[in-house]
């Protein structure tokens, strides 16, 4: 089987464009959060607000996804974008083998507001924080060292840089070519949630181009904000110590 290289993100933290640079590439096949399906549709779906009118996928089960990562990897490498909290129940020594783990964090009043505003009464696990720290910190204690992490804010920065340096931990040819796409990105072909409509943004980019990360004041934000950004930013600013710093 070939190499899983994974990228175990939060919401709304640059993700998507970082896994559409990826497809860029031409030497991978790659999926877009292939056990999020399953955690909020499928069969067993863990979700915590799951509702009796929630959307549903009978069938469609945990081990339906991995089977469906193992036969793709059987073919060819592959890389994955996709969020610690879904496959927790799953974190065995076995089943965590199988991947090159990496990280990409984003500043946790930029996450918790940006969701929170389209997802009111988001669960605290929908954030990913602490899993994203958990499945971290045990990958660090089984090789010794950490793994690679992505800040999303040096990533807007600096793209090629930031790139080249998680191209260079992970072992991959750096291609400057993937930076760069043409706008009209069709989103709903791969993304298996309401079509796509959390990539408006992603939808009309041409790249990931250098820019300035804006700034969130989280002392404005609604008071639930407030109250999930108390509780996730320790795990951000753990994980932000070991983040990529380009040569």
Request: hydrophobic share 35%; glycine share 6%; proline share 8%.
């Amino acid at each position: 089987m070939h190499e899983i290289l994974v990228l175990w993100a939060t919401p709304r933290s640059t993700g998507t464009a970082f896994e559409w640079m990826m497809r860029q590439r031409g030497d991978l096949t790659c999926f877009h959060e292939p056990f999020g399906e399953w955690w909020y549709e499928g069969d067993g779906a863990p979700w915590p607000r799951l509702t009796p009118d929630s959307p549903r996928k009978p069938g469609l089960t945990f081990a339906l996804v991995w089977s469906n990562l193992q036969r793709a990897a059987a073919q060819g490498p592959i890389f994955s974008k996709d969020f610690p909290h879904y496959i927790e129940k799953h974190w065995t020594d076995e089943f965590l083998s199988h991947f090159t783990h990496t990280f990409l964090i984003r500043d946790a009043a930029k996450v918790v507001t940006s969701v929170q505003k389209r997802w009111p009464d988001v669960h605290l696990k929908e954030l990913a924080f602490a899993e994203q720290r958990a499945l971290f910190d045990r990958i660090s204690d089984r090789d010794g060292q950490a793994p690679p992490v992505i800040d999303s804010d040096d990533l807007l920065e600096n793209p090629e840089g930031i790139v080249r340096a998680y191209c260079d931990a992970v072992g991959l040819p750096f291609i400057k070519e993937a930076l760069t796409w043409e706008a009209g990105i069709n989103t709903s072909s791969y993304s298996w949630y309401d079509s796509g409509s959390w990539h408006e943004k992603l939808k009309g980019s041409t790249g990931l181009k250098p820019q300035k990360p804006g700034y969130t004041d989280i002392s404005s934000a609604p008071h639930r904000a407030k109250q999930l950004y108390k509780k996730v930013r320790p795990h951000y600013e753990h994980l932000y110590q070991y983040r990529l710093i380009p040569s």
